[in-house]
């Protein structure tokens, strides 16, 4: 489990440590940095195997470092394993297979995932692929794994993968029957909803699976942090919401999640959920993000108790609904 990450020159960040927790809600105001984390994290889990550690369409390493600062930028990291604290930085010697095998994996759903498609690729392994690529061959390889009983959807037929996704995507999208297909000598595969191909079904069941996948995988997996942008895309308030139920119970099942999101429909289902599940919001961090008048990240990491409350509300967060009700109503 990764436990902190400082980020020291880093795009908008002079010099930031955040706690990442058991479950890291990452929200703010556009271009804020909430996105540069996990690139920070992925490109951290990049140098610890020994590639190269700049992410394809990110810029070079000087695009990369913050103006202010006049140090070249550095990336660091604390993350347990089996209950002892180890420490990696970028710049800092490869690792022995032995250590690399102690560094948490990395499941990334990007915000840029697939939307309707007549098919979906798929390769020889069982890897999902940050856009959603290989979703439905992961279905396919995982299918009768019992999962966590945190994740046993109560309209499930079974306790297996495959069941709990169709329950799950079906919570999402209330009545929703989900059917996959693939075709191992074409490398493709696809998926129908209600007995309709994806592109007639819009954009939010396309954007939903990997979700469902990733979360369930993380939870096969261990030592796994599953990261997902804008979970909520695309998905009506109930369905925002009935992710966070998700999310929240892939946490209780043991991954570690990290979840950059716009939606106070979602932040409010993890509200929910710490409500109803007594001790849960000691398993909940929230980092809200903004820019100073230099340009600069600045973070305020308010804590939630177990009624779902904060003991801060930092101005701009999720409050836009209480500003528009007040002009509607003045």
């Not at 999402?172 to 007995?195: C, N, Q, R």
């Not at 305020?300 to 002009?327: C, H, K, R, V």
Request: charged share 20%.
């Amino acid at each position: 489990m990764i436990k902190e990450v400082t980020l020291k020159g880093f795009k908008s960040f002079y010099e930031e440590t955040l706690r990442i927790s058991q479950l890291t809600v990452l929200t703010g105001l556009n271009s804020s940095g909430k996105s540069s984390v996990m690139q920070a994290l992925r490109m951290l889990e990049r140098h610890y195997y020994g590639k190269n550690p700049i992410l394809s369409g990110h810029g070079t390493v000087e695009e990369l470092k913050n103006s202010f600062y006049g140090e070249p930028y550095s990336i660091e990291a604390t993350y347990d394993y089996n209950r002892k604290d180890f420490y990696v930085g970028i710049g800092e010697k490869a690792r022995t297979s032995e250590e690399i095998a102690m560094f948490p994996r990395i499941i990334y759903i990007s915000a840029d995932r697939f939307g309707p498609r007549t098919s979906i690729p798929i390769d020889a392994s069982h890897e999902l692929g940050s856009r959603g690529e290989n979703v439905l061959k992961c279905i396919d390889y995982y299918a009768n794994e019992e999962i966590d009983y945190h994740l046993h959807h109560e309209d499930s037929e079974g306790d297996t993968f495959e069941y709990n996704v169709r329950a799950w995507l079906n919570a999402i999208s209330p009545g929703v029957k989900f059917k996959s297909e693939i075709h191992t000598m074409a490398d493709m595969s696809y998926s129908l909803f209600d007995g309709h191909r994806a592109m007639n079904v819009g954009f939010g069941l396309s954007y939903t699976l990997p979700i469902i996948v990733a979360l369930f995988i993380g939870t096969l997996e261990k030592n796994t942090i599953v990261m997902i942008e804008n979970p909520e895309a695309h998905l009506h308030p109930k369905g925002q919401t009935e992710m966070a139920r998700l999310i929240c119970s892939a946490v209780d099942a043991g991954v570690q999640v990290l979840v950059e999101t716009h939606s106070d429909h979602l932040y409010d289902g993890i509200r929910i959920y710490a409500k109803q599940h007594s001790g849960f919001a000691t398993k909940v961090g929230t980092h809200w993000f903004e820019l100073d008048s230099h340009r600069l990240t600045h973070v305020e990491s308010p804590m939630m108790d177990d009624d779902g409350s904060l003991d801060q509300w930092p101005a701009g967060m999720f409050d836009q609904f209480g500003i528009n009700t007040t002009i509607l109503l003045s």
